[in-house]
């Protein structure tokens, strides 16, 4: 039998260009670590936790937050867990051709001179971060606010906004985006991807 080599040739193309797509950030095994080295971070920076609480961003960031929320937990620390929306509070806001549905607020405790760590799934423009300090104001002054994120996309900030603590810094441009699957959320596995836009 045999093979016209052409054809071999335009498969493994085509296989390259599909590779190229998408590629993996975070396999499960090393976002469990990350996440673990996360939750060393803080307790390094909070010791007991006593005046703190976290935020975690509607709508993705509440996933990250509750993963973080219990491992921490499992290590016998209980610190407050909330859910911010942001939606009102962003710049885009009117901008948009259809409306945006907001997400629930949670926030069963005061914030007022409170520690307070954000946590979201990705730093991208840093737009989202600084309308959530914004929307954060309606529950409190706090103290200090620090901001957790999963992924820090380098070179796309419109903002002069920072992570305290990151899980993975990535080189990305605008005609990327990072995806961000957990089982919390009804994937498979815990993975992160980044995806070429077409």
Known sequence: MTVDRRLLTVDFFLYFCAGMQKKLILDSKQLDITLSRLCQQLIENHSNFSNCVLLGLQPRGIFLAELIHQRLKSLKINVPLGYLDATFHRDDFRRRDTP??????????AIEG??????????????????????????????????LVLVDRKATRDLPI???????HVDTHDTQKVLVELEAK?????????????
């Open 100 to 109: 945006v549905k907001a997400s629930e607020n949670r926030v069963p405790f």
């Open 114 to 147: 409170k520690n307070v760590v954000l946590i979201d799934d990705v730093l991208f423009t840093g737009r989202t971060v600084r309308a959530a300090l914004d929307a954060m104001i309606s529950f409190g002054r706090p103290a200090k606010v620090e901001l």
């Open 162 to 168: 920072a992570a305290d603590y990151v899980g993975k």
């Open 186 to 198: 009804g994937n498979k596995q815990n993975k992160i991807w980044l995806i070429n836009k077409e």
